[in-house]
């Protein structure tokens, strides 16, 4: 359908094509019995005035398809003895430490086809697309060798042309560090890999923390990373403080990711900074760890994202409107702040803010429809799905 319009008792967006930080992270706009015209895949206007010979679409409510900026897509097979484990008393640490955690995974992903990777991904996705997630990003990681990193992002680009949603890869292959070397050894493995993965995707992931990689080895990442035009994205001060979040402010990465445990002095620099803090609640949440200190971030004007970290072991998850009712709970954010970071500000995360993220003119027609809802409802009541989801102005009905 190349022209029709949605109808919206209420519609609930941001605006504009750059992130809202502070006070303006919260400040949306409301539209009341307002008509979305929709052309050619693209928002044309949205009018009081019904347009005449448009066939209609009529809900509710009405906001921007949500934009998931951090997960771990693609992986192979769960890890559901790591939950058992984990309620048993022992830390992401032990686990790792004893050959599970993100080494079970790897095994997986080792053995599998690249067939069986999109196969079992692919289900994944449709998972998150009937839940209103339009784009997602996907990292790999769980292979930490040349061929099966690769392999990870050959799936990815397999999953953007026959998924419905856009699919964003991210290199990750400094995720953990192999059995049988050190980290400074792999590290340097890491860097030579990037010239093969130029063409695959813009940006590049590193874990900086305790059980993963130094500050030394991750600034050598860093800085080998921006010298051949990739972004930058840092897992920051997860599990401990380690200045993980300093270091990629001072080489200008686009975002920081977890930021459980950073200190005022981070928070401060974060704030007088351009670099993301992505927040991840379900982490939290599943790891019975404390959150990250989003109202500090937030009343000091940092930038401020939402995202799942969708993996099989930390953050098993798919389910976006728990990610936003955690948020709100114990993030403290309210549902403004939370719909402007997990559709704006995440697709700004993601370079794409000028395409997604806002119900605005000029804009792709990702537009997720409820009936017997509002915004409130969809933070509150956990599981639920969207009536309709609209993406590039193709319809799908759940």
Known sequence: MNYFTVFAKKLYTALGNKPKRGLELGKIEKYEN???????????????????????????????????????????????????????????????????????????????ELSELVRFNLKLLAKYFKKGVTCLEGKTGYGLNELDELKQLQALKILGKISHMDVVPTFMAAHAVPKGTSPSEYMDKVIEMLQKVQNDCQFVDVFCDVGAFDLKQTEKLLIAAKNMNFKIRVHADEIERTGATQLAVKYGATSV???????????????????????????????????????ELIDKNALVALASDFNPGSSPVVEPSFVMNLAVRYLKMNPYEVLT?????????????????????????DLLLYNDADLETVMYLIGITPDVIIKRGQIFEN
Do not use: Q
């Open 34 to 112: 307002v008509y979305v015209v929709i052309e050619n895949g693209k928002i044309k206007d949205l009018t009081k005035e019904k347009p005449v010979d448009a066939k209609c679409i009529f809900a509710d409510l009405v906001i921007p398809g949500f934009v998931d900026c951090h997960t771990h897509i693609p992986f192979y097979g769960y890890r559901e003895m790591d939950f058992l484990r984990r309620v048993g008393g022992l830390s992401y640490l032990d686990i790792h430490a004893s050959g599970g955690g993100i080494y079970e995974t790897v095994e997986k992903v080792k053995n599998a």
């Open 257 to 295: 990711e977890h930021v459980l445990k950073i200190s005022e002095e981070d928070i401060d620099i974060l704030a007088r900074s351009n670099t993301f803090a992505v927040l991840m609640p379900a982490t939290s949440y599943y790891l019975n760890e404390k959150y990250a200190p989003a109202r």
């Open 341 to 365: 970071a997990f559709t704006l500000n995440s697709a700004a995360v993601l370079g794409l803010a000028d395409k997604i993220g806002t119900i605005e003119p000029g804009k792709d027609a």
